[in-house]
């Protein structure tokens, strides 16, 4: 008889400029999912890349339309990793509580469409209380135990960017611990442990939040791959060949394309000292 499998399965979601897309962006989901599967209570299912949309603003943030196709270039061989364009496809900038929120919607509606098509091809078998309130509810719960969960992928400076003024909203950081979680894997010199123990309210929430140390160190950052495109040095096996071809061949990255956005404030502090 086969072992019934009754670890939780995962969603891995990373958002973010991938400005560009580094071959350390995508060891984040193999050390993530390594953890997760060494816990014995999760089982990861799907990585998926969401680039942030150019309503960010961020300095230096090249087109999405270019970012969106290097991430896709970079995903083509991997069986697991995908790269999904409603964040970047949107007209305003995107919340990550938001982000998180589509793409669980996503799955809860494929969850029930996948629950209906059973019920539909099941034959022989008749339920007196089939359209009863109970039934549904009992569904519905049933459901909910076994649908995928979303969790956040990212970095201790994203996990450490938590605490920033006007950057992020309290409650929106409440909502992704309480109702998603945290994968964060670790960088050389960083304190997450330390960051978390300083925050009330990761301190709350800690045991949402999975810290993932990096046993074999890799300091590469979009960053440093732009700094070295401007500067004329080779960025071969730092970021996927197909993406070195891509940049080339659209001659992207530059001192002009490095003052993209400058003066203009990020648009979450923006938005949120408005509110503030």
């Not at 979009?222 to 061949?249: C, F, H, Q, W």
């Amino acid at each position: 008889m086969e072992k019934s499998d009754d670890r939780r399965e995962v969603v891995l979601l990373a958002t973010g400029s991938f400005n560009p897309i580094t071959v350390m962006h995508l060891r984040l989901f193999e050390l993530a999912r390594d953890y997760l599967h060494e816990t014995g209570k999760y089982k990861v299912i799907k990585g998926i890349i969401s680039p942030v949309g150019d309503g960010y603003k961020k300095k230096g943030l090249i087109e999405a339309s270019h970012r969106l196709a290097m991430a896709n270039l970079a995903t083509k061989n991997s069986n697991w990793i995908e790269v999904d364009s409603w964040e970047c496809s949107q007209k305003e900038w995107m919340e990550t509580v938001l982000v998180l929120r589509h793409h669980q919607q996503k799955l809860a509606n494929a969850n029930t469409s996948d629950s209906s098509e059973k019920v539909v091809h099941k034959k022989g078998h008749k339920r007196k209380r089939e359209n009863s309130y109970q039934d549904k509810t009992d569904r519905c719960l049933q459901e909910s135990k076994v649908m995928p969960q979303v969790k956040l992928l990212c970095g201790a400076d994203m996990l450490e960017s938590l605490g920033k003024p006007n950057l992020w909203k309290n409650e929106d950081v409440i909502e992704i611990l309480s109702s998603f979680g945290i994968v964060c894997i670790t960088r050389l010199g960083s304190n997450a442990s330390n960051f978390i123990y300083e925050s009330d309210i990761l301190w709350k929430y800690k045991h949402m939040i999975h810290l993932v140390e990096e046993w074999i160190t890799n300091d590469i950052s979009s960053t440093k791959i732009r700094r070295a495109l401007r500067r004329g040095m080779s960025i071969r096996y730092l970021v996927p060949d197909s993406v070195v071809e891509y940049i080339e061949n659209h001659e992207l990255y530059n001192e002009r394309s490095e003052e993209r956005n400058s003066g203009i404030i990020l648009e979450p502090l923006a938005r949120n000292s408005k509110n503030s």
